[in-house]
């Protein structure tokens, strides 16, 4: 302190203090600065933030209903939904969504397809709704999940429901599957109705009754942390769940539909002929669609698609096939309604017919003739040259009108996505599908079914039920109305005959196809203790499909005639139409027919026990 | 000498502060404006810890050790703290350098010195030692502080600051330079000076910007540019703290309800962004409340240089206002989005121990330079 006596104290307090008021001053400023900062951002910029905290916390997540359940008409449950977890991410929340995935990827494993489809709806959706990445997750993959879950955040593992379908592959094709909505589905549609959910219904009943299963989306407010995690609900409008639907389809019979099929291509049609509801709607090959429900990865699909064998196909609706002699009733009908023959009339037979000026030469399927044929011959033996004669003598605008008022060439209006419509050819539609002018020879191949004409299954049976019913027409369906007595309008208009007892002659040759001694399906007949009406149809396959190769017995597998069959029961008071179609198969009579005798069989002791069915048929 | 407190009120205050101030070198004003930020502390922290209790009972603790340690220094004449300032400076820059070679790696950055029982943090020694040594340094020489003197405290500023800012932590090199610097600034440092060390340092940010800093704080200051530049990175925490202070509107959204804070969207909410929780839920009435409290504290820690008896504790307790200011200034404006985030905790709301112990222990000296005047001015 020695220096202290020469100093300026006074002055040198003076400058301390002045430097003391200048930060102060300074000090108070910048103080100022800040709170107006901050004013600014709590007054000016209030609303802006206070929306912003607002969209921070609350998450709108939209609540997919409960798909309804599909029940079989004496309430078997056919789909229905179980629980399941599956993990969804919510893109806003992660840093790095590639690499996120790739770590669940490492932890629980993600497929392609998986990924891909992620991206699709992540595409669509926004950042901050949870985007599901794996549908279903094992109890392991939920536990492993659990444990990294620090590491992954927007990461949630929810508790949803699954499509499942306790039948498997039985009745795939008339139920149909969901799967992913794609992008293209999506924008066909409202898009507020499939927030929040992944699936639609793809074919089949799940298809066709999309709106009516799908129910209504509801949606919660929920409040979620930082990571997107949920809090708590706030608000929640709960999701009016999907109607539950019950079937004509009785599942019992579908079954014993796909076993008496077998391993063969095919289909088979059981509906009643009363009010076209179906009782089976078999395709065969089938596929399981759970499988499916459940994401299927693109490979499998793709396998499934390119089958040659073509599993996803449904044949009963959609595939086409030359009618064959199944038409040979419904011309006899024709012939006679329009005066081209009488009932009585005996056409003879000897095996092969000819036109005027014509080298070709048609041929009965029996060699040597049938001798002297009427009618109700021409329909138990199937009688070829007398249908030449009576096609001739119609001329095929007089066929494709009659034949067109039995529903042949029109759809038969069931309620299924993808039916295709069968051919009944004319001059007109030559023209204008091939250019080329009609020839006389078609007109007496049409009278065989063969030629142009093509039918479905499903519209064959359409047809046999209005034989069935002596001209009132059905519209086949598959969902229950629960009233009965009033079916669905139909497009076909109900055939009144002037000759009424025309329909039974037509009957009655149709019981002689099954129980005569020369019926064509008269194999089935043993220990038949019922009557069945029926008609047997053997149709030549005209084409292969070009540029796909068969090794030679594969060839000749598919060269084989298609085999047919179609009939009714009890033939008094009909309740029943089965119409089945063997690809392939060979003869009507000995490929298809056991097939119908086995519905019916099973049908028929259904009605005896009010639905219960023995041990073989389970 | 004049006694301060003459006048009217003499007597009342000699009554109520006599015991305080006389017995325990206390300053009864400080010593209720930091009990009521401490309070208000308390009552922030509770809501940004989610309503628990546990952690706020830690704080609790915490501030009873400051506040011993600011009794504990109060006690201390300010003659002996100005004895022992070089001393200190030492140990502090050893201990530095310690951190740097053999430190415990925390979140990326050297900071800790393992002392078996607790982490200790020698830049928070460096908070007190350099304001100590500058305000010793300064006051031994006749004032205004010389061109040649400046360049010297500088030079010996620079080396603490360097060193922490090589662990590296910002936010404390930048607090221990504002430390040392206001001391310098009392002392009279030039105005010309002032101006050309500002153009230095504006020359200096490019280079600086290449060479000094380190990725993450580049980005920093990029974010805080535009923090919309990565709004889910490092932009994020100042977007979010930005919607938590304008969403808390004039009156807050009231204590325990800022949805900000609680769905965890504030980061570090219970440390470095304590004052976003705060301005949710309190509003505009509690920023300017908050502001206005620390303001008042820097105003009394001014009050008591501009009447402390000697340059040394003017000095001394000056440059501890003005760091105290500073480290407001420096979060509040961070977390505003004002200033680059540079990781500072608020005084006495933020949680954490050491800083909070250092910052007590200011004002324990602070409390000694005003209790202390007339014994050594005697």
């Known amino acids: ?618 | 000498m004049n006694w301060p407190d003459g006048g009217v009120n003499a007597v009342a205050r000699r009554a109520t502060g006599g015991l305080l101030q006389r017995a325990l070198h206390l300053d009864g004003v400080l010593l209720v404006l930091l009990a009521l930020l401490s309070g208000f502390g308390l009552i922030v922290l509770y809501s940004a810890f989610g309503g628990r209790i546990e952690p706020v009972q830690g704080h609790l603790i915490r501030l009873g050790i400051g506040a011993a340690a600011m009794v504990i220094v109060a006690q201390i004449p300010p003659w002996q703290l100005a004895r022992i300032g070089p001393g200190l400076f030492v140990l502090g820059v050893v201990l530095l350098i310690a951190v740097l070679v053999a430190g415990q790696l925390g979140g990326g950055a050297r900071r800790w010195l393992d002392l078996g029982i607790v982490g200790f943090q020698p830049s928070e020694l460096m908070k007190l030692a350099l304001p100590i040594l500058v305000a010793w340094m300064i006051a031994r020489s006749p004032l205004p502080i010389t061109l040649g003197r400046s360049a010297i405290v500088l030079l010996i500023i620079a080396l603490p600051v360097g060193l922490i800012g090589a662990q590296p932590d910002l936010g404390t090199a930048v607090l221990v330079g504002a430390a040392g610097a206001s001391v310098l600034f009392l002392g009279g440092l030039r105005w010309r000076i002032i101006t050309a060390l500002a153009l230095l340092a504006s020359a200096a940010v490019p280079l600086l910007w290449q060479f000094g800093m380190q990725d993450y704080q580049r980005e920093r200051v990029l974010t805080f540019l535009d923090p919309s530049r990565e709004p889910l990175g490092a932009g994020y925490n100042i977007i979010q703290s930005q919607i938590a202070i304008g969403s808390g509107g004039i009156n807050g959204k009231g204590w325990l309800n800022g949805t900000q804070a609680h769905l965890e969207f504030i980061p570090e909410r219970h440390t470095d962004f304590v004052f976003a929780v705060m301005a949710e839920e309190f509003g505009f009435v509690g920023v300017v409340s908050l502001l206005a409290l620390y303001l008042a504290i820097t105003a009394r820690g001014l009050w008591i240089a501009y009447e402390a008896q000697d340059n040394f504790s003017r000095l001394l307790a000056g440059g501890l206002s003005l760091t105290f200011f500073v480290y407001c200034f420096v979060n509040v404006g961070m977390v505003s989005g004002v200033l680059p985030v540079v990781g500072l905790p608020l005084p006495l709301l933020s949680y954490g121990g050491s800083a909070m112990v250092t910052l007590l222990t200011g004002f324990g000296i602070l409390m000694s330079i005003h209790t202390h005047r007339r014994m050594w001015s005697s």
């Open chain 1, 1 to 618: 302190m020695d220096l202290g006596t020469l100093r300026d104290k006074p002055r040198e307090r003076r400058i301390i203090r002045g430097r003391l008021l200048t930060a102060g001053v300074i000090g108070t400023l910048l103080f100022l600065l800040l709170a107006g900062r901050i004013a600014w951002l709590q007054t000016v910029q209030y609303d802006h933030f206070a929306a912003q905290s607002q969209n921070n916390r609350v998450r709108i997540a939209a609540v997919a209903p409960t798909r309804g359940l599909i029940r079989d008409h004496r309430g078997h449950i056919l789909a229905e939904n179980q629980p399941a977890f599956r993990l969804t991410i919510v893109p806003e929340r992660t840093d790095d969504l590639a690499a996120l995935i790739d770590e669940i990827d490492a932890l629980i494993g993600v497929s392609d397809a998986e990924r891909d489809a992620f991206n699709d709806a992540r595409r669509r959706g926004r950042g901050f709704q949870a985007v599901p990445l794996k549908l279903q997750l094992s109890d392991r993959a939920v536990a492993r999940i659990a444990v990294n879950r620090h590491r992954f955040p927007g990461v949630e593992v929810q508790p949803h429901l699954v499509r499942h379908y306790p039948y498997g592959p039985i009745g795939a094709h008339a139920v149909g599957y969901v799967g992913r909505i794609n992008e293209s589905e999506l924008r066909e549609r409202d898009r507020r109705r499939y927030r929040g959910s992944s699936v639609l219904g793809k074919t089949g009943v799940e298809k066709a009754y999309e709106d009516r299963l799908r129910g209504e989306m509801g949606s919660e407010r929920i409040e979620t942390n930082a990571l997107g995690r949920p809090i708590n609900v706030i608000e929640r409008d709960p999701p009016v769940p999907g109607e539950d639907l019950t079937l004509t389809l009785d599942i019992d019979l579908q079954r014993v539909a796909e076993q008496a099929l077998g391993e063969r291509r095919g289909a088979v049609v059981a509906l009643d002929p009363r009010t076209g509801a179906i009782r089976a709607l078999a395709s065969q090959p089938s596929f399981d669609p759970n499988q499916i429900s459940q994401g299927l990865d693109r490979a499998t699909f793709q396998a499934l698609q390119s089958d040659v064998d073509q599993p996803l196909f449904n044949r009963a609706i959609a595939g086409r096939y030359p009618p064959g002699s199944l038409v040979k009733p419904f011309l006899g009908i024709a012939g006679v309604a329009s005066g081209a023959v009488d009932v009585d009339e005996e056409i003879y037979s000897d095996g092969t017919y000819r036109l005027p000026n014509v080298s070709r030469v048609w041929r009965d399927w029996k060699r040597g003739g049938h001798g002297e044929v009427d009618l109700e011959k021409a329909i138990v033996e199937s009688v070829d040259s007398y249908y030449y004669e009576l096609a001739r003598r119609m001329g095929i605008d007089a066929m494709h009108d009659w034949m067109t008022r039995f529903g042949f060439g029109l759809e038969s209006g069931v309620d299924l996505p993808g039916e295709r419509q069968g051919i009944m050819p004319s001059r007109e539609w030559k023209t204008e599908t091939l250019g080329e002018p009609w020839y006389q020879g078609e007109t007496l191949n049409t009278g065989i079914g063969q030629g142009f004409m093509l039918a479905t299954p499903i519209q064959l049976a359409t047809s046999t039920a209005m034989l069935a019913n002596r001209g009132a027409p059905i519209r086949p369906h598959l969902i229950d109305t629960g009233d009965e007595s009033a079916p669905s309008p139909v497009k076909t208009r109900p055939l009144m005959l002037e000759d009424e007892t025309l329909w039974q002659t037509t009957i009655n040759g149709m019981v002689d196809v099954v129980h005569g001694d020369s019926g064509t399906a008269r194999g089935i007949n043993e220990g038949l203790d019922y009557r069945i009406a029926g008609k047997t149809g053997t149709s030549q396959v005209i084409n292969i499909p070009q540029g796909e190769e068969y090794d030679e017995d594969e060839i000749e597998q598919r060269f084989r005639d298609h085999a047919m069959f179609t009939a009714f029961t009890p033939v008094t008071s009909p309740g029943l139409v089965v119409t089945v179609l063997v690809e392939n198969g060979g003869s009507g009579g000995g490929t298809a027919a056991p097939v119908a005798r086995e519905v019916m069989d099973a049908w028929r002791q259904q009605q005896e026990t009010g639905g219960e069915l023995a041990r073989r048929w389970r």
